[in-house]
C-alpha cells in the first residue's frame, strides 16, 4: 500500500499553534497532521528566572536545540546549563525537566519522535497557564 502524499509546508516566524503558558510559550510548528504522525516540530521560550513542566517521562524521543540565551536542563539527575547552538538528545523514557534559571530570555527548538507529544498541549497549557513558574532561586 503506497503512503499518501504529504505537502510541502512553509511556517513564518512567530506562526504556528501557540500554547501560552504564562512566562513560557511553545509554537508547533509542525506535527502529526503534517507529518504522518512520525513526528513534531516546537519553538519553546521561557523568559528569565522560569520553571519549566517539572521532572517529567514519556515514550517520545526529544531533540532540543538550543535558539538562545541558557536553557538548564534536568538530565541524569543533574542540572546541566547548555547555551546557543547546543544539541541534546533525550530518549524516551528518560526523566527530564528544563528552566530557565538565567536572567535572559532562553529558547530551544524541540523536535519529537514519534509524533502525538502535541495532543497533551492543551491539557499542559491548561496545568501550567495557572501555575506559578517564577524561580525564586537556582535550583543548580
Known amino acids: 500500500m503506497r503512503e499518501a502524499a504529504r505537502k510541502t509546508i512553509v511556517v513564518a516566524p512567530e506562526q504556528g499553534r501557540v500554547y501560552s503558558m504564562g512566562p513560557m510559550r511553545a509554537v508547533f510548528k509542525a506535527d502529526r497532521d503534517e507529518t504522518a504522525s512520525r513526528y513534531s516540530v516546537s519553538e519553546w ?30 538530565l541524569d539527575d543533574e542540572w546541566s546549563h547548555v547555551t546557543r547552538g547546543t544539541c541534546v538528545v533525550i530518549p524516551g523514557g528518560t526523566p527530564h525537566d ?37 524561580l525564586e532561586s537556582s535550583p543548580a
Open 45 to 74: 521560550w521561557l523568559e528569565p528566572h522560569t520553571r519549566g513542566p517539572g521532572v517529567h517521562l514519556h515514550p517520545e524521543d526529544h531533540v532540543y536545540y538550543v535558539l538562545a540565551g541558557t536553557l538548564s536542563l534536568w
Open 98 to 134: 528544563f528552566q530557565n534559571q538565567g536572567s535572559v530570555r532562553a529558547g530551544f527548538l524541540s523536535f519529537n519522535s514519534p509524533g502525538g507529544f502535541e495532543a497533551r498541549m492543551r491539557d499542559i497549557e491548561s496545568d501550567l497557564a495557572t501555575a506559578d513558574l517564577r
